[in-house]
């Protein structure tokens, strides 16, 4: 078995690291594997550092997909870890003609036009991170209807031990601020940081000295920090910027938030939960897979600044609240959604794939 791995997103983010995670997970129980992505980009550099065969991809469509069409003769399968990937993988079988999998990670429904129809119907298997996805994507694509099963997202055990308790106090001091509410989130709308934003205006007159801080990056930062001017919340709320210390960052949060429109996972809840920080989380997608409100976790229906202040503030107000949630939320994560499962399980699909 040789498997590759397909993806070309620019920058680090969630799906990108869940697919450093299988990568790492497969290379252990010795599967000859590589990763055509960007050249020169976090995720190109990441699998070096690994060890890990890359394939070095242009960001043209064109000339990429000849070259997946050429490379992947030599492979056993190809798998796809997003949508411009899938795009490839699926329409450089013509000439590679090798089997696909394609593994989505969103909750909202593809495009329906032709170009969708013919990269799903040339496509072997579909994973789906949740059964959220799942049911987006058998809704849109009739077709698809038993065909897509489910692997859940995964984190990685050992960062607990990577947590160093004098640079999170060191990491705590440099925000500043008593609580320290946090998210991990890219700046797009799909995370709603407004709605974080106008929630933190409602816990500031609770907790003056709270401070807010958003790790990530994106296109709506200048627009995102324009609100928080206009809130007058410069001095507790923070765009500080993609970190790679993220083990010790979420460690040193009181409280983990994701205010998210839609999430196909919402894998950094996963973190958050390992390392036994509160997590307040919007009820939508696959979230409500993740945590069950109240007992590991507390949920709150999205675009609603009003309840997601009112779920911070009772969280703040209860320390054995907060421990009673984070104790679950660890027991539940080393149990399912350790890094894995999630290997076994894509080992397992490509057995089956691939004929056993």
Do not use: W
């Amino acid at each position: 078995m040789k498997i590759l791995h397909v993806d070309t997103e620019k920058g680090l983010r969630g799906g990108e690291q869940q697919l450093l995670y299988l990568v790492e997970g497969l290379k252990r129980r010795g599967v000859r594997q590589a990763v055509a992505c960007r050249v020169g980009d976090r995720l190109f550099n990441r699998c070096r550092e690994l060890g890990v065969e890359v394939i070095p991809l242009k960001g043209n469509q064109t000339s990429d997909l000849f070259r997946l069409g050429a490379v992947a003769k030599g492979f056993s399968l190809v798998h796809a870890h997003a949508a411009k990937a899938h795009t490839l993988a699926a329409l450089s079988k013509k000439f590679h003609g090798k089997p696909v999998v394609y593994t989505r990670r969103v909750d909202y429904p593809p495009k329906l036009n032709r170009l969708t129809l013919l990269k799903y119907k040339l496509t072997d298997s579909v994973v789906a991170i949740s059964k959220a996805v799942k049911g987006v994507l058998e809704s849109s694509l009739p077709f698809l209807k038993g065909k897509v099963k489910v692997i859940y997202s995964a984190v990685d055990t050992s960062l607990a031990g990577a947590v160093d308790p004098d640079r999170v106090e060191q990491i705590r001091r440099e925000l500043g601020g008593e609580p320290i509410i946090g998210s991990f989130a890219a700046l797009t709308h799909q995370k709603d940081i407004p709605n974080l934003i106008e929630a933190a205006g409602r816990v500031v007159k609770e907790y003056p000295f709270a401070r807010f801080v958003v790790f990530g990056e994106g296109k709506l930062r200048k627009r995102l920090q324009a609100l928080i001017e206009e809130r007058k919340l410069t001095g507790n709320f923070t765009l500080y910027g993609f970190v790679e210390d993220v083990p010790n960052y979420m460690k040193a949060l009181d409280l983990f938030v994701l205010p998210s429109r839609n999430e196909g996972l919402g894998s950094v809840i996963l973190t958050a939960m390992l390392l036994k920080v509160p997590v307040v989380a919007t009820a939508v997608g696959g979230t409500v897979e993740v945590i069950e409100n109240g007992k590991d976790g507390v949920l709150v229906p999205p675009e609603s600044p009003k309840e997601l202040a009112e779920a911070v503030l009772k969280l703040l107000s209860s320390p054995s609240l907060q421990r009673e949630l984070t104790q679950n939320a660890y027991s539940k994560v080393v149990g399912r959604f350790c890094k894995e499962v999630m290997v076994d399980s894509y080992l397992e699909l490509y057995g089956e794939v691939l004929g056993g």
